[in-house]
């Protein structure tokens, strides 16, 4: 009997230690920590005694280390549950009435014994909306809101939390009021900045299902950037109930929608009839959504943000910018007839040289704006710079590659480039696509007879680097078969 309340008690623990009830989270006094580390060690102590007197007094049902482990459970009640009493006759009595042939009655023992441990257990927490833990609760602010304003935060299977979580940094969590029917309370966790993001971001969409959202200190606040969209080219840029604007969204990790700037004398979009695009999120985020809804404008209207001789009317500028860390823009401009080769099908050499290099690249027009850290925008400019060079079919040499970090070598013999490259090229663009590489061959100089070439693989991830190598290993020896768009390829088993 008393091995039956030993393991009652260690559940009462265990609620009490997951449940919050001894100092295991950050932010607690030293004094609790202290008294937490002098049980635990009291419980090994007592742990041994009582599996040896365990042991003893109790037949064996188990192998040696589950015994143990047993043993070593059930001393935990009496370490480290300190308001738990010592066993009594009358517990031990009461615990016999479990066992078949108890003398009492069985619902009786049941009710009794639910309602003393009822008496010893902390007050359960509602558990989370998801599986992560809480922040402390130094770390979080509360707002309570109704069902139409938590279905609509909550958005299609939880992408509208998600997605203003992620834009803030913050961690939300929705929950039932327990004592309010048909109230929610959205708990919002993380640093005192990122909280406040979110609070404002979480007003502002709800703000959406009544009206226009105003914004109000707009040039305090460090995570917006303001793009002006033409009137006529809004309905463009949001798309059809809004999804290109959520596609942007969840490519650049930002919130987006438009409003009005209160109090900001630039409001207006001065001589055009211009609505303000607000964007939020972090700085590299709203970069690229900024980019990226500047193209679109420029393809609808020309003219809008380049000029003629394919450079931007007016300089990009948003908080974050001249901080001194590398982090800016270039601009290259093209030749009316490099764009489409530039482009490629779909955007995919755009995208393949972004990857590759690991910058944010869009055409605006024919610039081409590059965006991010010195060396991301230094490797985007060298690849645009071969890829056309490869359009006017001159050899494209590259100046001590080895001395690279961004590039890895593959000599080939010269009848084998064939296969490297497949039919019109599609083996090596597949190779690309699958490990986001910008890969060529140019002549090997170490070679005067000509015997060999050279492929160049660059990036700025060297296992990606690595994982094309291989993958044009195996399209030499026939074990590599390239597919269309952007599925990649795969080896050929059957060929091994």
């Given at each position: 009997?008393?091995?039956?309340?030993?393991?009652?008690?260690?559940?009462?623990?265990?609620?009490?230690?997951?449940?919050?009830?001894?100092?295991?989270?950050?932010?607690?006094?030293?004094?609790?920590?202290?008294?937490?580390?002098?049980?635990?060690?009291?419980?090994?102590?007592?742990?041994?005694?009582?599996?040896?007197?365990?042991?003893?007094?109790?037949?064996?049902?188990?192998?040696?280390?589950?015994?143990?482990?047993?043993?070593?459970?059930?001393?935990?009640?009496?370490?480290?549950?300190?308001?738990?009493?010592?066993?009594?006759?009358?517990?031990?009595?009461?615990?016999?009435?479990?066992?078949?042939?108890?003398?009492?009655?069985?619902?009786?023992?049941?009710?009794?014994?639910?309602?003393?441990?009822?008496?010893?257990?902390?007050?359960?927490?509602?558990?989370?909306?998801?599986?992560?833990?809480?922040?402390?609760?130094?770390?979080?602010?509360?707002?309570?809101?109704?069902?139409?304003?938590?279905?609509?935060?909550?958005?299609?299977?939880?992408?509208?939390?998600?997605?203003?979580?992620?834009?803030?940094?913050?961690?939300?969590?929705?929950?039932?009021?327990?004592?309010?029917?048909?109230?929610?309370?959205?708990?919002?966790?993380?640093?005192?900045?990122?909280?406040?993001?979110?609070?404002?971001?979480?007003?502002?969409?709800?703000?959406?299902?009544?009206?226009?959202?105003?914004?109000?200190?707009?040039?305090?606040?460090?995570?917006?950037?303001?793009?002006?969209?033409?009137?006529?080219?809004?309905?463009?840029?949001?798309?059809?109930?809004?999804?290109?604007?959520?596609?942007?969204?969840?490519?650049?990790?930002?919130?987006?929608?438009?409003?009005?700037?209160?109090?900001?004398?630039?409001?207006?979009?001065?001589?055009?009839?211009?609505?303000?695009?607000?964007?939020?999120?972090?700085?590299?985020?709203?970069?690229?959504?900024?980019?990226?809804?500047?193209?679109?404008?420029?393809?609808?209207?020309?003219?809008?943000?380049?000029?003629?001789?394919?450079?931007?009317?007016?300089?990009?500028?948003?908080?974050?910018?001249?901080?001194?860390?590398?982090?800016?823009?270039?601009?290259?401009?093209?030749?009316?007839?490099?764009?489409?080769?530039?482009?490629?099908?779909?955007?995919?050499?755009?995208?393949?040289?972004?990857?590759?290099?690991?910058?944010?690249?869009?055409?605006?027009?024919?610039?081409?704006?590059?965006?991010?850290?010195?060396?991301?925008?230094?490797?985007?400019?060298?690849?645009?710079?071969?890829?056309?060079?490869?359009?006017?079919?001159?050899?494209?040499?590259?100046?001590?590659?080895?001395?690279?970090?961004?590039?890895?070598?593959?000599?080939?013999?010269?009848?084998?480039?064939?296969?490297?490259?497949?039919?019109?090229?599609?083996?090596?663009?597949?190779?690309?696509?699958?490990?986001?590489?910008?890969?060529?061959?140019?002549?090997?100089?170490?070679?005067?007879?000509?015997?060999?070439?050279?492929?160049?693989?660059?990036?700025?991830?060297k296992k990606r680097r690595y994982k094309a190598l291989d993958l044009m290993e195996d399209a030499?020896?026939?074990?590599?078969?390239?597919?269309?768009?952007?599925?990649?390829?795969?080896?050929?088993?059957r060929r091994r």
């Amino acid at each position: 009997p008393e091995w039956d309340v030993a393991r009652r008690r260690t559940a009462d623990v265990l609620a009490k230690t997951l449940l919050g009830g001894f100092p295991c989270f950050p932010g607690r006094p030293s004094a609790e920590t202290d008294s937490f580390r002098h049980r635990s060690t009291t419980f090994f102590a007592i742990a041994e005694t009582h599996c040896s007197a365990g042991r003893s007094r109790r037949p064996r049902r188990a192998t040696e280390g589950e015994g143990g482990g047993r043993a070593g459970e059930d001393a935990m009640g009496d370490a480290m549950d300190e308001d738990a009493p010592r066993v009594s006759d009358d517990e031990r009595s009461e615990d016999e009435d479990r066992r078949p042939g108890g003398r009492r009655n069985l619902e009786k023992s049941k009710s009794r014994s639910r309602s003393r441990s009822r008496e010893r257990e902390p007050e359960k927490r509602r558990p989370p909306s998801d599986d992560k833990p809480r922040a402390a609760s130094g770390n979080t602010d509360t707002m309570t809101i109704g069902d139409e304003d938590a279905a609509f935060l909550l958005g299609a299977g939880g992408s509208t939390k998600r997605k203003v979580a992620r834009a803030a940094g913050a961690r939300l969590d929705l929950d039932d009021d327990k004592e309010t029917r048909g109230r929610h309370v959205l708990t919002v966790s993380g640093s005192d900045a990122a909280r406040a993001r979110a609070m404002d971001y979480v007003r502002w969409v709800l703000r959406q299902r009544l009206g226009a959202i105003e914004v109000s200190d707009a040039s305090k606040r460090d995570d917006l950037s303001v793009v002006r969209v033409p009137a006529d080219c809004v309905a463009y840029v949001t798309g059809k109930s809004g999804r290109v604007l959520r596609s942007v969204e969840e490519e650049f990790g930002t919130l987006m929608f438009f409003g009005k700037l209160v109090g900001e004398e630039s409001d207006g979009g001065g001589a055009r009839n211009d609505e303000t695009l607000c964007v939020l999120g972090d700085r590299r985020g709203r970069r690229g959504a900024e980019l990226k809804v500047m193209s679109a404008v420029e393809h609808k209207t020309p003219g809008v943000f380049v000029n003629d001789q394919a450079k931007l009317r007016e300089r990009l500028k948003q908080p974050g910018d001249g901080l001194g860390d590398g982090f800016g823009y270039d601009v290259f401009p093209f030749e009316e007839h490099e764009f489409s080769y530039a482009l490629g099908a779909q955007g995919s050499t755009r995208k393949k040289l972004a990857a590759a290099s690991g910058a944010l690249l869009e055409y605006v027009g024919r610039a081409a704006v590059m965006a991010g850290t010195r060396a991301e925008r230094s490797r985007c400019w060298d690849y645009l710079t071969w890829l056309l060079k490869q359009r006017k079919g001159s050899k494209v040499f590259v100046d001590d590659p080895e001395k690279r970090d961004d590039c890895t070598e593959l000599r080939i013999p010269r009848g084998a480039a064939g296969r490297v490259q497949g039919k019109a090229g599609e083996t090596l663009r597949s190779i690309e696509r699958e490990t986001k590489t910008f890969c060529f061959l140019v002549p090997d100089r170490d070679d005067p007879d000509g015997k060999e070439e050279l492929v160049l693989i660059f990036g700025a991830d060297k296992k990606r680097r690595y994982k094309a190598l291989d993958l044009m290993e195996d399209a030499m020896s026939g074990r590599y078969r390239a597919r269309d768009g952007d599925r990649g390829g795969r080896r050929d088993e059957r060929r091994r």
